[in-house]
């Protein structure tokens, strides 16, 4: 949701050495951004446990002699470090310590009815004099495009291209029933689609449980692809779309050039598709109670994509 702020910023300031700090689980992701020229990582649950971590973390960004920090998730400790570092122009938002910031914008009812790309670019343009043209990069390491270039030649993969399909969530309210997700990958497959099953380590019993209602086969790499890998995913033009609900996937899906029919759940904090919700024009969004989504509105969004005849 940054990626909208870091073109502004490399649009505003050309010239400047430009670096990202993010925690070490998504870092990665950015190795290889044309918009920065410096990706300095961070463990960000030792960083608030552990005071010699935090200055130890302290220490390298004081070195760096930055002159202007934008903290976009907005935490006290995030706040102290740019404080203690002596950066002179910091900018943030107007909670959790935020008197230690110069530059600062409300943290309030607008921000949750905007978009986060949006709410981004609102931060960083007190300190930017560019606005943001609308477009975002987010490259795949290269890398990790060859092994799934690899691994995806293997397969016996249907000229139509694949479905991907992410069933799981870390939050209950969030889940949608493993027999719906079955009856979704066999529209695919009826359609001449392959499909493929993703997630985390801890979505593998997610993932088995949709399988086993699968008429026919498909493949599951649950649990078998980094963050980097399932990037390089996306940017590969087989995978033609994610059917997921509200989840890490389904951004870097879009972001990635994959449009998404995503599953988002009503009355759930922080799952309202105005503010999380794809952006990329091309996926579909369904906003209801779980247990109110159709296989039928999931298949007729994922035909929209995919230009299906009904």
Known sequence: MNLSAIRVLRQSYPKSWICLLADQSVAPLFRDHPDL???MSLDFKLFCRKP???FQILKKVKFAKFDLAVVSNAHKFLHALVF????RRRAGYARKWSF????KIADDKERASRHEMESNVALVKQ????????????PADSSAVLRIQERLNILPISEKGIVVIHAGSSNPAKRWPAERFAAVADWGLEKGFSVLLIGGVEEKEVSLAVI???KDRV??????????ELTALFHDPRARA???VDSGPVHVAWLSGTPVAALYAENVPGSHPSRWGPRDGKSEVIYKPMSDISVEEACKSLRVILNEPA
Do not use: M, P
């Open 52 to 54: 010699a971590y935090f």
């Open 242 to 244: 994610l059917v997921s």
């Open 84 to 87: 203690l570092a002596g950066i």
């Open 37 to 39: 020229d410096e990706v």
């Open 212 to 214: 086993q209602k699968i």
């Open 219 to 228: 493949h599951d790499w649950t649990g078998q692809l980094s963050l980097e």
């Open 127 to 138: 300190v930017c004099v560019r606005d943001w043209d609308g477009h975002w990069e987010f």
């Open 100 to 103: 230690l910031l110069n530059k």
